[in-house]
């Protein structure tokens, strides 16, 4: 058997070589994220005044890439921001008897621990909302120590026990109340310790699993391995594919991004910038991004404003996480 110290060096070895390219100017980066924000703030505020339901691929990555774009300079998206966070909050408010008694949920774990997430990137004082989601999901964690997808007919994002266990992991880890915090603690441990042992089919997979292992702390070595593991995903057109059979896309792409830079990859990493270019070059002329749907649809069909009709769910998310990737390329504004 290979030692574990091994590993990570083999990985390495493992990725590809890529052809170099010149690194995406600054300026070009900033008109396609001022793009990318537009978008995500009008089509979260338009899903708002059709929908009551909290939605994943509206209010959270709304709040994590405007609460970013605020922080990279870009003006007047604070009240936007706030309108999706009291959405949010008035969803889950009628359902706290549910939430605690870990029942009911549309969505189960996933749409618990997104909306935690959302919370965590809008640096949320903790509440009675929030307490419920903590009860929710530690009495939701499986015995092998994840937390199931809500389903499996909508992927990426609703179909990855990966994504909600790592996501978990990061709302206990904010969230749980010094009376939950023996209890969040365990939780995280078995978490960590299923996060380890089971094998990815996806770069969602990947992704998540590493985001999963360093909020759980995990050792230094498996991050690193499995840093590798999301890289070794990159295609040479320098973007991530959902599946080894799919073409690169900017939903993985952004993800993938996104994951690695908070985990530890810079962002002038060549990884990081052949990822960028990726971004750039299949940005549309609106500033939208393109994904084909996978889901099954669960709901009937309406239109939030984002171009691709029954594609535009998994574009807007795709939108939302490339442009949190092009962000975090920028630097932070001057206080």
């Given at each position: 058997m290979l030692s574990r110290r091994l590993l990570p060096l083999l990985v390495l070895l493992a990725v590809p070589a890529q052809a170099e390219e010149a690194a995406p100017a600054p300026e070009a980066i900033r008109a396609a994220a001022a793009q990318g924000i537009r978008w995500t703030r009008e089509v979260a505020v338009e899903y708002t005044k059709q929908r009551e339901c909290f939605s994943c691929h509206h209010q959270t990555s709304a709040v994590m890439t405007l609460r970013l774009a605020e922080q990279k300079g870009f003006p007047e998206l604070a009240a936007a921001r706030a309108q999706q966070i009291e959405h949010s909050n008035t969803s889950f408010a009628g359902r706290l008897d549910q939430l605690n008694g870990g029942r009911g949920i549309g969505g189960g774990a996933t749409s618990v621990s997104y909306a935690l997430l959302m919370h965590v990137a809008n640096d949320s004082p903790r509440s009675e909302i929030t307490d419920a989601m903590v009860h929710y999901l530690l009495k939701t964690q499986q015995q092998d120590g994840r937390w199931r997808s809500g389903g499996t007919q909508r992927p990426p994002s609703m179909g990855s026990?990966?994504?909600?266990?790592?996501?978990?992991?990061?709302?206990?880890?904010?969230?749980?109340?010094?009376?939950?915090?023996?209890?969040?603690?365990?939780?995280?441990?078995?978490?960590?310790?299923?996060?380890?042992?089971?094998?990815?089919?996806?770069?969602?997979?990947?992704?998540?699993?590493?985001?999963?292992?360093?909020?759980?702390?995990?050792?230094?070595?498996?991050?690193?391995?499995?840093?590798?593991?999301?890289?070794t995903r990159q295609r040479a057109d320098g973007g991530w594919p959902q599946t080894d059979r799919d073409e690169s896309d900017a939903y993985a792409t952004g993800t993938a991004l996104v994951i690695l830079h908070k985990t530890g990859l810079a962002v002038d990493d060549p990884a990081y910038q052949r990822g960028l270019a990726y971004?750039?070059?299949?940005?549309?002329?609106?500033?939208?991004?393109?994904?084909?749907?996978?889901?099954?649809?669960?709901?009937?069909?309406?239109?939030?404003?984002?171009?691709?009709?029954?594609?535009?769910?998994?574009?807007?998310?795709?939108?939302?996480?490339?442009?949190?990737?092009?962000?975090?390329?920028?630097?932070?504004?001057?206080?």
């Open positions: 026990d990966f994504a909600s266990t790592a996501l978990a992991i990061l709302g206990l880890d904010r969230y749980a109340p010094e009376d939950q915090r023996e209890a969040a603690d365990a939780a995280i441990r078995r978490a960590r310790s299923w996060l380890r042992n089971v094998y990815v089919q996806s770069t969602e997979d990947a992704a998540f699993r590493l985001l999963g292992l360093h909020a759980a702390d995990a050792d230094r070595l498996d991050i690193i391995a499995t840093r590798s593991s999301v890289l971004l750039l070059r299949t940005q549309a002329d609106d500033g939208a991004w393109h994904v084909v749907t996978r889901a099954t649809p669960v709901q009937t069909y309406f239109d939030a404003g984002y171009p691709y009709e029954k594609d535009q769910f998994i574009s807007y998310l795709a939108g939302a996480w490339a442009t949190q990737a092009l962000l975090y390329a920028l630097p932070d504004r001057e206080e």
